[in-house]
């Protein structure tokens, strides 16, 4: 199953499918068989980089709706 990811407003990040997820050193997270994880956007999660839902608590407020990105610029 492809990788789905949903910017969900006002919330986390979804995840879906077959993905791995690694921290800055690139040791990668044991998520425990799970295919779908919600990861944190708010920056108050008490398990970051994992959504525990505190966004609701916190108040944080971010509207997502799906747009296009500029062509990528050639590198000189």
Not at 43 to 71: M, R, W, Y
């Amino acid at each position: 199953m492809p990788t789905k990811i949903v910017v969900k407003s006002h919330g986390s990040i979804r995840v879906e499918g077959d993905f791995e997820l690694y921290d800055m050193n690139g040791n990668k997270f044991d998520l425990g068989g799970r295919t779908a994880i919600s990861l944190c956007r708010c920056g108050q999660s008490k398990n970051k980089p994992f959504c525990d839902s505190t966004h609701k608590e916190c108040g944080f407020q971010s509207e997502i709706v799906a747009h296009a990105l500029p062509p990528v610029q050639p590198k000189v």
